[in-house]
C-alpha cells in the first residue's frame, strides 16, 4: 500500500531541482498519491513549473497531485515534508558582489562568509514549520548547509536533515581509476566531516581495499591527466592536481565541493586556479566557469520554458524516465515506507563524529528507515584534518552564528581582514563598506552595527595621513 | 619558624632573573635557611651567578644557601621547586633565523609556531622531576607557556604552574588614567584567558568601575598620547593606538603581550607598526626594538661581570633591596608558610574558563595558601573574544603539539602557508626549506618528515615551468 505524503517545496522555481524531485516521486510507487506543493516568490516561474509536473506525470500515468502558491505559509500547511532550496539573492547579485571585491583589489570576491539573508529565510521556514507542521521533516537543499542546518537545528526544535551532492565525487575517484560504472554499487565507502568538508576514511571494492588503486593511479597516470584532461563540467576537478594535493597532504581524499576549499594558495588568480583545477575553467570558482554555469542554468530555464509552451512535446522524452541520484524522495520512501537505505546526510552531531560538539551539523552516513534517520557514528578523522580543517571551519561557522545574532559589524570587519588576500587595514575597510553599502542589501547594512566606541575601527591611516 | 626549601633553577644563566629571585627570597623570612641551586650549560655564567648571589645574601645578612650545577639531574634532586626559566635558542639564533625569513619576503620573522627544542627540553625537565622530585612543584617561567605547559600537563603527572609577566600591564593603564602608583594596590581586577591573550574583564578601584575613565582617557587624551607618546622601553605599548584598537573592537581591553599579538594587520611593516604600537620602535617586535633589548640584555650582563669581578662593589647598593614584582618566592611563601596570596597563574582549566577544554593551560587568577594553588572559576569571556582569540590560539597550540607528537613536516608547511605574508605556496615551500635547513636545527629537521607520498609537496610550480 502506498502512503501519500505532502511534500512542500519551498524556493521551487529552480526548474531543474523542482522536476528531479517530481521526476523521482512519479517513479516511486510507494509515494503514489502524493502532493507536492511547490512554493516561490516567483510567480511566472512557479506556473510554467507546476504545468510542466503535471503534464510529466499524466504522461507517465502517476498518481500526484500538485498545488502552487506564493504564500509559504499556505504551502506549509499539513506538510509532511519541507524542501528548502530557496536561494535569497541571485546569481547576478553574487557577481556584483564579486566586482565590488574586484575594485577592492580583490580576486574572486571577499570570501567573507556571513549568511544574512540566507539565515533570515532559513530561520522563517523553520520558525514557520514549528508552528504549522510541527512534526514535518525539513530536507534543507540549499546551501549553507553546514552553518544553516547548525543554527536552525539551536534555534527551533523541528526535525532537520540538510542534504548536498558533494559525496558523489567518490563516484568519479571510482570511474577514473577504472572501477566500472555497473559495478559502481559494489563499493563500500565512508567520507564523514563537515558539508563541503569530507574526507574519505574507506573505500573498498568487493571486500578490497582501493587507496592503493588511487595512489597507482597518481604515480603511473596522474602527471598525465594533469597535462592533458580537459573538464567537460565547471566542477569536473575530483581528480585534478589540487585534490590529490590535498590527499598527499593529509592522507585521506577530499571528495566533492571539499577539494574546492583547501588553503587559500589554491585560489590565488586564474593561473594558479588552473595548475591546480585544470582546464580549461580552473574549477567551479572562477571568472571563466561561472559565467558559464549561469549561461547553462539559463539555457535550462529556457528549454522548460520552450516545453511548457509547447503542449505536444513529449517531457518524457524530453526528462527522461529514470530515477535521478538526488537523495531527497529515497529518503522519504525510507521514513514513510520503511524502504530502509544508506545516505549521506547532514545531522546535529551528538557522537556521531568524534571531537565535534555535539549541537553542530555534521556530515556523515545514515541508516534511515522507519525509525527515522539514525547516523553512523563513525569515529574520529586524523588529527591533522580535525585541527587543519574540521575544527577551524567550526569556529568559522560559529563566527557566522554569532555575528548574525549579535549584528556586530566588526564580526563581519574581522572576516574580511582575516581573509588571505586582504593586505591591509584599510583596504579591509572600505572594501567592507561598500559591499555592504550594495543594492539590495540595505537590510544587512543597517542590522550590522560597530560596538560602543566603534568609530575608531573606521578610522583609515589614508585618510588621517 | 620559618621554612627551608630548595629550590632549583634551570637556565639560570640568566643574571637578572637569578639575582630577582635571590633578591626575594632573601627578602622572604619564611624561606630562610633554604638552599638554591643554579643549574646552567654556561659555567661561566653559572659561576658569576653563584658568586654574586653568595655576596649578596651576605650582605643583606640572610640565611641561603646556593649550589651551582651544569648537571639537571643533580639540580632536581631533593628539590621542592623547580623554576624552569630556559631558552635553549639564543637570541642571535633567533635573529639569524629572521634573517632568512627576510629573504624570502616575510617581515620579521616565518612567525611559524613550531617550539622543536623548547618542548623537548621542557619534557626533559618535567619527565627527569617525575623520576627524581615527583612531588616538586614546577614553576615554569620561560616561554612558550601556554603551549608547554599544556604539553607537560597532558604528558607527565608532575604539578605545574605557568607564569608571565604580562598581566602587569594592568597597572600600566592604571597609572595612564592617573590613579597613583601608592593606590594601586586598591584595585580589584580580573583578566583571564590564555597566556599572551588575556583581556580584563573586571577593572575596580576601590569599588568603582574603572572602565569609564579609561574611556574618558581615550576620548579627551587618545590622540595626543598616540600623536606625542615616545615609549622608553620597547615594551611600552599598554596605551597604544594598537591596543585601544581592540579595546574597541571587543569590548574588553587586552592586557600586557595581548597587545603584541592582534591580527596580523597590526604587523605589516615598521611604519604600519609605529601607527598602532607608537614611536620610536612600534613595540617590541621590530627590527628597531629587537636589538636594543638584546643590547640591554648584554649591558646588563656586562654590569653583573664587572660587579662580580669588583670585590668591594655593594651588591646592595647595585640590586637594591626591594622585592621585585616576580610572583615565583611570593608563591612559595603561600605554598610552604601558608602566606596566602592572589595570583595570577597558568595552570590546567578544568573549568575555570568556560567554553575551553579541561586539558588545555589557562591562565587565570588563583588564591594560593598551604592547601595548594586555586584557580578561580572565573566564567567565561564574551563569544566575540573566545570565536576570534581564545579558540583559534587554542587550535595553533594543537596544532603545534600536534606537529611535535606526528614530527609531520607538512603540518610546519601548512603554518608557513597560513601566515599572512605568505604570498604563494612556492614561497612558503622555500622559506621553510631553508629555515629548517639553518645551522644549528639539525636535530629538527632531520624529525621532520613529510608523510608517504609527500614528495608532491615539495614540487614547486617554478621548477616545473
Redesign the interface.
Known sequence: MPTAVKVSVIGAGSAQFSLGLVKDLCLTEGLSGSMVSFMDINEERLAMIHKLAARYAEELGADLRFESTTDRQASLQEADFVINTAAVKSHHHQRAAREVADKHGYYYGLKNRISFYQFQLMLDVARDMETICPEAWLIQSGNPVFDGCTLMSRETDIKICGLCHGHYGLYEIARTIGLERENLSKITWQAPGLNHNIWLTHFYYEGQDMYPRV?EW?ETEGETYWRTHVANRTHDIQMSRGA??Q???Y?LFPIGDTVRRG???YH?DIE?KK?WFGEPWGGPDTELARPLFVENLEKRLAEMTRLANDPKASLVEALGDQKTREQQVPIIDALVNDNEGQFQVNVPNRGALAGVPDNVVVEVPALINKTGIQPLRVGSLP??IM??HI??EW?AM??NI?AFK?G?R??LL?NV??G?Q????DQ?VAALEDWLAMEGQEEMNDFFRY????E??LQT?SAKA
Open positions: 595512489d597518481i590529490v594535493h590527499y598527499r597532504m592522507g588553503g587559500w594558495w590565488t594558479t595548475y588529527p591533522k585541527l587543519e575544527l577551524p569556529l560559529e563566527r554569532e549579535s556586530d566588526s564580526m574581522w581582514l582575516e588571505h586582504t593586505r591591509s587595514y579591509a560596538p560602543a566606541g566603534g575608531m575601527l591611516r
